[in-house]
């Protein structure tokens, strides 16, 4: 006897085989990556982060200071810019074999985190092609993440070309082989970029809650990370220094896009890949492009999804303790304002015009987005757009 409206759960899960463990906790770091670097087998790090984390704060020191404990320092590379720019890869190849490392520690957001796995990938070209007979192992990467962007949870990186388009590489491998989440070293973090990257975690949560494959336990985990992200954020922006938030926000995070197995990295769905046209192309943070675009997009889902998605995305509500509207499609439509009242709660509202966008790029964007083969859905985007304009 079946359940009346609900569709039989089916699918398939496995995890990611590169991860040797998630360790979490304010002060962690100070054993985590010791033991990491043991159980890797790693004897040389290079670290990978960006100028402003280098110049303008202690985290970076810190994390010298513990490789140095352990006699594993090779050298700091901080050339990684916003949008992860191919330059800066290249550069990173050439200093990662300039100091003999064999491991990369990435420290900050998504750029030197997408940037390690691009320089790995590269490496592994590099050294395929000098070796010849058997593909040599992948490198691995402890990412040490300082926002909420969830980049250390897959396989794929994206990165920007030398003509500014996006480009990305996917490899079971890439994923990183260790994950340390110390809400301590986020404490130095800009508040925008702190809370936007929270709204990018919500933006996984929900766009995973209606993503083809993704498996029953996954949605799950997605409804609790999106309680939490509700109701961290709003308390972290409240007071900056509250760990307790902090640490909740980054397992929610990592809630938001659990390690999974996959044949190839691919976009979660409608706001991320207007998210990708956007970001690259007029320099938009991707935290920010979440603010823009999540509610817009998860407003027309009340049309365009299938019911199965629509329930999933209905059922948010009871998580985030709030009463039906009384019909899946008056849920779904109650969750986007919830979504856009939470960005004006953080203070992240913007629109595109603010960021140079032109009114006369817009259908240029939609056309990159969806194309023009789905009439219906090209003109719904459009439309999002020019609500957010």
């Not at 079946?2 to 770091?29: F, H, Q």
């Not at 810019?81 to 290249?90: D, N, Y």
């Not at 691919?266 to 979440?290: F, R």
Request: net charge negative; proline share 4%; charged share 20%.
């Amino acid at each position: 006897m079946s359940t009346a409206n609900e569709t039989v759960p089916a699918g398939s899960y496995a995890y990611t085989d590169t991860l040797e463990g998630v360790y979490y906790g304010p002060k962690c770091v100070e054993t985590a990556l010791p033991k990491l670097l043991e159980t890797l087998g790693a004897k040389r790090a290079l670290i990978v982060t960006g100028k402003s984390l280098r110049d303008k704060t202690g985290v970076v020191a810190k994390i010298e200071n513990i490789l140095k404990k352990s006699n594993a320092f090779g050298a700091t590379f901080s050339e990684i810019g916003e949008h992860t720019p191919e330059a800066g890869i290249e550069n990173g190849v050439s200093k990662f074999r300039e100091v003999d490392a064999d491991i990369i520690v990435s420290v900050g957001g998504g750029s030197p985190i997408d940037a390690s796995k691009a320089i790995i990938f590269r490496l592994q070209q590099q050294r395929a092609q000098e070796t010849s007979g058997k593909e040599p192992e992948f490198l691995r990467q402890i990412a040490i993440p300082t926002t909420l962007s969830a980049a250390e949870y897959t396989c794929g990186a994206g990165y920007t070309n030398k003509q500014g388009e996006k480009v990305l590489v996917s490899h079971q491998e890439l994923s990183p082989a260790g994950i340390i989440l110390d809400a301590e070293l986020t404490l130095s973090t800009p508040e925008q970029l702190w809370l936007s990257t929270g709204m990018r975690a919500l933006d996984h949560a929900v766009e995973s809650l209606y993503r083809p494959g993704v498996p029953l336990p996954m949605k799950k985990l997605c409804h609790a990370a999106i309680a939490d992200l509700f109701r961290f954020l709003v308390l972290s922006k409240k007071d900056s220094e509250d760990l307790v938030a902090r640490q909740r926000l980054q397992v929610a995070s990592w809630m938001s896009l659990w390690p999974r197995k996959v044949e190839r990295h691919s976009s979660l769905g409608l706001s991320h890949t207007l998210g990708h046209k956007l970001g690259a192309t007029y320099g938009i943070p991707h935290g920010i492009t979440s603010c823009l675009t999540l509610a817009p997009v998860v407003n027309i889902q009340a049309e365009i999804a299938s019911q199965e998605d629509k329930e999933y995305l209905a059922e948010a509500l009871f998580y985030l303790n709030e009463p039906s509207t009384g019909s899946v499609d008056g849920d779904v439509r109650k969750l986007s304002y919830m979504i856009a009242s939470l960005v004006q709660k953080l203070g992240l509202q913007r629109t595109l015009s603010q960021y140079g966008v032109l009114r006369t790029d817009i259908e240029q964007i939609a056309v990159r987005a969806v194309g023009q083969e789905d009439e219906e859905l090209f003109s719904k985007v459009k439309i999002i757009l020019e609500s957010i304009y």
